[in-house]
């Protein structure tokens, strides 16, 4: 009897043993790409960093963030298409948003999710071209903005881009993110106080070399965290430094934090190359 019990007591330990460790062992982890679709040219560096020359230009990288793992394919950012956005702006080397991920061997059908940093057309536009995707964008930039017959309240979002995500959201194709720390996916956690838009957002990602951040733009240049310096269009430069000073806290290095326009990103992660950077 004493043996039987002794036995028991031993299956039971292992079992706990496991049940306390299997979910560390068992986390997911994500290959991290930035797929740049397009560059914009000569444009002014004091619209990204506050203070600076203002004869400053660079060209700048119009990218979208692929996070692939745990049986889904997640973009951080959709990037534009549109006619209008596209004849403003004069990208170079343009292609839609839906075959530059291709690149990264994922087919637009593909796409099972999108997390929107924030409202603004060079990030929100190309929603509808990922026809499975789930959306998810904070609930206060959702109704900051977007009014509820689908309307745009502010000159921030474009109209089009406000009609879009309103019809995804009437089919039930949008989450609504009620604030800051949410992990939304498993794996995949977001977080607010960037403040370039009313509630934009930033996002961590566990990835094989440990813990990366996809600034977007609330951090669009490795100037404006490496010297300290707030985007040039924020509603609150002193959060916007807070949550540079955060997401240094939360990636495993420096080098793991991804700004969203810079595109130092595919010189720093040169491979695989042709304009895919695998942050590793």
């Known amino acids: 009897m004493t043996h039987r019990r002794s036995g028991l007591v031993a299956t039971l330990t292992a079992i706990l043993c496991a049940s306390a460790t299997s979910p560390a062992q068992t986390a997911p982890t994500y290959e991290v790409f930035a797929i ?36 889904r394919n997640v973009l951080v950012d959709a990037g534009f298409y549109r006619d209008k956005f596209v004849t403003r702006w004069k990208p170079v080397d343009f292609v839609l948003p839906s075959e530059a991920v291709k690149r990264a061997g994922v087919r637009p059908e593909d796409i099972t999710d999108i997390i929107l940093s924030h409202v603004h057309w060079d990030h929100a536009d190309g929603v509808d071209l990922f026809p499975r995707a789930r959306i998810w964008i904070q609930k206060e930039e959702y109704e900051h903005y977007i009014a509820p017959d689908g309307s745009s309240r502010d000159r921030a979002m474009d109209p089009d881009d406000a009609k879009v995500l309103a019809g995804l959201k009437s089919h039930g194709h949008v989450n609504l993110i009620e604030g800051d720390s949410v992990e939304i996916i498993p794996g995949i956690t977001v977080f607010t106080g960037g403040k370039h838009t009313f509630a934009s957002q930033y996002a961590t990602v566990r990835s094989d070399v440990g813990t990366v951040v996809i600034a977007s733009d609330n951090a669009y240049l490795y100037e404006n965290l490496e010297q300290h310096r707030p985007i040039a269009q924020t509603l609150d430069s002193l959060s916007n430094l807070a949550a540079q000073a955060r997401m240094a806290r939360l990636a495993s290095d420096p080098r793991l934090i991804i700004p969203g326009h810079d595109p130092g990103v595919f010189a720093k992660f040169a491979a695989p190359g042709s304009n895919v950077a695998r942050i590793q």
Do not use: H, K, Q
Request: no cysteine; glycine share 6%.
């Open 36 to 71: 740049r679709y397009a560059t914009v040219p000569s444009f002014p560096v004091r619209a990204l960093i506050a203070g600076v020359d203002t004869s400053r230009r660079m060209d700048i990288a119009m990218s979208v963030w692929l996070l692939r793992g745990n049986r």
